[in-house]
């Protein structure tokens, strides 16, 4: 069994020199993943996902967030590129999380 969700949220940068890209997870998807995902979390809280922006897919993990309460998805540059996204544009995603 398979779990989907969609939603749309903005990209931004994190600061300092690694260059790492996010996109932060409504609270209403994240409260239904935590929920799906209570016994089968890997380190850190983190969730394995397969995620698809503009048609463009990769497997990835969703970190958990403690300051927000939410989970952060992280958007390697191929997909940035390929999806001609950048820090501050708003993005349609597609996260597909199987459960074990």
């Not at 990209?11 to 799906?36: C, N, S």
Request: hydrophobic share 45%.
């Amino acid at each position: 069994m398979t779990a989907s969700y969609s939603f749309k949220a903005e990209l931004w940068l994190y600061p300092g020199e690694a260059g790492w890209h996010f996109l932060t997870l409504p609270a209403e998807v994240a409260d239904d993943i935590r929920a799906q995902n209570a016994d089968h979390s890997k380190a850190f809280g983190s969730v394995k996902v397969t995620a698809v922006i503009s048609g463009h897919a990769w497997q990835t993990s969703l970190f958990a967030d403690t300051k927000t309460g939410t989970y952060l998805l992280p958007v390697k540059k191929a997909i940035r590129d390929k999806a001609m996204i950048s820090d501050g544009d708003e993005v349609a995603v597609h996260l597909s999380i199987p459960h074990p």
